[in-house]
């Protein structure tokens, strides 16, 4: 079983970081693939990120309303 990263997004060009408004999901919760993982607070919109991979969430990488910069992992799914 491999261990997926979920990475915080880049929405937009000028975007540099996103602040995680709300995880949707807790560690050890399962997931399909297109679920609805985290609510993401940008400089223009709020967006979900959804899971790439169906699996168990393992770790939630950072808490509500921290600042994560673009690219950075924010979570670790276990892919089934």
């Known amino acids: 079983m491999a261990l997926v990263p979920v ?3 880049k929405f937009g060009m000028t975007m540099t ?7 949707l999901v807790s560690e ?3 997931v399909a693939a297109g679920a609805k993982l985290v609510v993401i607070e940008t400089e223009k919109v709020n967006t979900e ?3 790439p991979v169906s699996g168990t969430i393992m770790e939630l990488s950072h ?5 994560v910069e673009v690219g ?3 979570a ?3 892919e089934a």
């Open 72 to 74: 950075a992992v924010i």
């Open 76 to 78: 670790y799914i276990e």
């Open 28 to 30: 050890g919760d399962t």
């Open 17 to 23: 970081h996103g602040i995680i408004m709300e995880w």
């Open 49 to 51: 990120v959804e899971a």
């Open 7 to 9: 990475y915080m997004p």
């Open 63 to 67: 808490d509500v309303e921290a600042e």
